[in-house]
């Protein structure tokens, strides 16, 4: 195992780099703001290309504005897989826990089948990807036979199963969410879905939504 610490304006650089070799990412970030046009002119759309790939993955807490779910929607037109985490769906539905994600991991499996780890504080927005903040990113190289791995990769999965898929047509559901609407006092829905069981956001379709919300909140009306 080797490790690096990169100091936040080396971040960048070595994450292209290492896209450059990526078969695989799967990862954590509290915010996400990079865009197509971002990727296309500072990571060469490696990134993009890379998380549109069946095993890859990204979950990104959504609970705030710090993330931009447009930003994501631009990427996932490309098949990127993003996965939304937000507290504010535990109120109603117990599988979702009531905290923020503030973890910030990425695992990048190499085409060597050597695996790079970046954990730190970087997210995966503008500011800290061209060096505006003050941040630290350990990288760490291991082998896929390294426990080291497996403990990560499980993390992460523990993460993505607490997250709900992102679609296109589900983006104007977490733009509410954000906007603060409060599902516990039923301003937005008393449960979002009808006819879907599990009440899993993943089961809904543009056809099943079925939206109520409060007087504030009356512009939001959604029925389908």
Not at 98 to 109: A, E, R
Not at 178 to 183: A, E, K, L, P, T
């Amino acid at each position: 195992m080797e490790v690096q610490i990169l100091p936040h304006d080396e971040y960048l650089k070595h994450l292209k780099n290492a896209l450059s070799y990526t078969d695989e990412i799967r990862g954590t970030t509290a915010f996400w703001t990079l865009n197509e046009a971002f990727e296309f002119n500072h990571l060469s759309n490696r990134l993009q290309k890379v998380l549109a790939k069946q095993e890859s993955f990204m979950c990104c807490d959504v609970s705030t504005y710090a993330t931009d779910i447009e930003a994501i929607d631009s990427l996932a037109k490309y098949g990127c897989n993003f996965w939304f985490y937000t507290y504010k769906l535990s109120k109603s539905l117990e599988r979702y826990p009531p905290t923020l994600l503030h973890s910030k991991i990425l695992l990048l499996k190499q085409e060597d089948n050597s695996n790079l780890v970046f954990i730190g504080s970087h997210n995966m927005t503008n500011r800290a990807m061209k060096g505006f903040n003050t941040e630290h990113t350990l990288l760490i190289k291991c082998n896929n036979d390294d426990p080291f791995i497996n403990e990560i990769e499980l993390e992460l999965d523990l993460i993505r199963n607490k997250c709900i898929k992102y679609r296109p047509d589900l983006k104007q559901i977490f733009k509410w969410l954000q906007d603060g609407v409060d599902i516990e006092d039923q301003i937005f829905v008393s449960m979002l879905f009808v006819n879907v069981p599990e009440s899993d956001f993943s089961r809904i379709t543009p056809d099943n939504v079925f939206v109520f919300v409060g007087e504030k909140h009356k512009d939001h009306i959604c029925k389908k």
